[in-house]
T-cell receptor
């Protein structure tokens, strides 16, 4: 079974440029997460989708960040324009969520963004 | 709101020694508890989880953790570590609504 796929793995851009990250979750997983991970810190949720619906985007800086999950499968996270402080690792995760206790999240390897 | 505190940012140990990585949490609602491991240049992967039942849970690679509700702790232990256990370890809580909060991680370094 293929895991969570993210691309690109690394991205270097200059500030004020746009950037996009792509994530393909594990087949059949209805829930998709985007996390931001700064150096020396744990993942922080940016947005959580259940199927096509963004059910938690309270921590997404909507002035410059946007995300979409068309057809409830893969997802794109965009930053426009990027700022120096956006340099971090962007993690995508997926899980199969139903009734009852939450299941584990499966993480992709992340995209390391460097803004110069 | 939930918060997770991992009490040690770095834990160096010698090979075959026991180790404990400490995790405390706070939450106004019931939560489920997880430990994830992250090897260099890889994504996080689940070590173990506590959902209900026995407070001592066993995970992969010989790790176990004990849920203590009164102390709101979920410490991770291994009786004898290997070089290959060198990694970053994250404690996390998830609410019934599916909201997850992670700690800042503990770097475990196993020395020969």
């Amino acid at each position: 079974e293929a895991g969570v796929v993210q691309s690109p793995r690394y991205k270097i851009i200059e500030k004020k440029q746009p950037v996009a990250f792509w994530c393909n979750p594990i087949s059949g997983h209805n829930t998709l997460y985007w996390y931001l991970q700064n150096l020396g810190q744990g993942p922080e949720l940016l947005i959580r989708y259940e199927n096509e619906e963004a059910v938690d985007d309270s921590q997404l800086p909507k002035d410059r960040f946007s995300a979409e999950r068309l057809k409830g499968v893969d997802s794109t996270l965009k930053i426009q324009p990027a700022e120096l402080g956006d340099s971090a690792v962007y993690l995508c995760a997926s899980s199969l969520v139903g009734q009852g206790a939450p299941n584990e999240q499966f993480f992709g390897p992340g995209t390391r963004l460097t803004v110069l | 709101a939930q918060s997770v505190t991992q009490l040690d940012s770095q834990v160096p140990v010698f090979e075959e020694a026991p180790v404990e990585l400490r995790c405390n949490y706070s939450s106004s609602v019931s939560v489920y508890l997880f430990w994830y491991v992250q090897y260099p240049n890889q994504g996080l992967q689940l070590l173990l989880k506590y959902l209900s039942g026995s407070t001592l849970v066993k995970g992969i690679n010989g790790f176990e953790a004990e849920f203590n509700k009164s102390q709101t702790s979920f410490h991770l232990r291994k009786p004898s570590v290997h070089i290959s256990d060198t990694a970053e370890y994250f404690c996390a809580v998830t609410t019934n609504a599916g909201k997850s909060t992670f700690g800042d991680g503990t770097t475990l370094t196993v020395k020969p």
